[in-house]
């Protein structure tokens, strides 16, 4: 592995380039686009760059700052440890470049709005709400990633998405939380499956369920006791419509919100209520605190318009 910039006999070797003097936000914007697409190529394409101009300015960029900030894995470029510390730094810096050009100009928001959500949210709350967000503001790109609870509460804590919609507000200070939507939460069994009105009832079922990291999943483990976790049997999948297909054939039991079960087919499924404490969520909007985009701040304008935003 080497570094772009080749140290030992480079033009530039003894003399000194000040950071401040030598990097600006192009250098941060070709230096990301490298990292995030592995390679200069790429990175040349999506800048519409010719490749040697973005060789010659990352190799400038590391012997300004004196350090390397990628090594070469077979094909692929990979950050170094402190090419991973600068791109934290410069994904934040470029941002707050847009946002200081969208509040000085007077625009609407643009660029790109990086949002996470739940698979059940995905399917149930966003249709319809990103197809406003995307008529009322044209200018901003939404990136949407979904995943589990605890999977999109690290990613906006490590600035990998803008915001997210969870399960569960965070009690970490440096995240903000709007209250959004009311959820119920239905355990789901087939329809040849007893009633079930205690986990005694269902002892001999497994859970069918997403990852470790799933909020709903954690909320079902506490409804049925940490006797019974000792001897759990749990089916892990990361798609709702493959949940229902196996609860239906009687493969086991999950834990939905009705919201989705409304829009995917629940043909076959029989649900049991369980007591308020399990039963009732709502979700939250997250992003970090005092770090809200001119995007962010659209978007919870349009969930808070009266008659949208349903939790208080």
């Known amino acids: 592995m080497f570094s ?38 790429r ?94 503001y044209p200018k901003v790109r939404v990136e949407l990633q979904t995943g589990t609870n605890d999977a999109l509460t690290a990613a906006v804590r490590e600035r990998r998405l803008d915001a997210a919609f969870v399960a569960e507000a965070p009690s970490d200070s440096t995240l903000a939380a709007l209250p959004l939507f009311r959820e119920r939460l239905v355990l789901v069994s087939s329809l040849r499956h007893p009633p079930v009105t205690c986990p005694r009832d269902v002892k001999d079922d497994s859970i069918i369920a997403f990852p470790n990291g799933c909020a709903y999943r954690r909320i079902l483990e506490r409804w049925l006791g940490r006797n019974k976790l000792a001897t759990l049997r749990v089916l892990e999948l990361s798609s709702y419509h493959a949940i229902v297909v196996c609860v239906a054939s009687g493969t086991g ?24 404490v399990f039963a009732n969520i709502i979700t939250p909007l997250i992003w970090r605190a005092k770090e809200a985009s001119p995007a962010i701040t659209a978007l919870q304008g349009l969930l808070t318009k009266p008659g949208r935003r349903v939790a208080g």
Request: proline share 4%.
């Open 253 to 276: 039991i999950a834990l939905l919100p009705e919201s989705v079960l409304d829009v995917v087919s629940s043909e076959g499924l029989a649900r049991h209520p369980l007591p308020a």
């Open 43 to 136: 990175a040349a394409r999506k800048l519409h760059r010719v490749q040697s101009n973005v060789t010659t300015r990352i190799k400038q960029l590391e012997t300004s700052i004196g350090a390397q900030l990628f090594f070469r894995d077979r094909q692929r470029l990979v950050l170094s440890p402190r090419g991973e510390s600068l791109l934290a730094y410069a994904d934040k810096l470029l941002r707050l470049a847009d946002e200081a050009r969208t509040v000085v100009s007077g625009q609407s928001p643009s660029g790109a709005l990086r949002l996470g959500a739940l698979e059940s949210t995905s399917a149930s709350r966003l249709p319809l709400l990103l197809a406003k967000f995307h008529d009322t």
């Open 4 to 41: 772009i910039c080749e140290q030992a006999g480079s033009a530039n070797a003894g003399s000194h380039v000040s950071w401040q003097d030598d990097m600006d936000l192009s250098d941060l914007l070709i230096f990301k686009t490298v990292a995030e697409e592995g390679g200069i190529l």
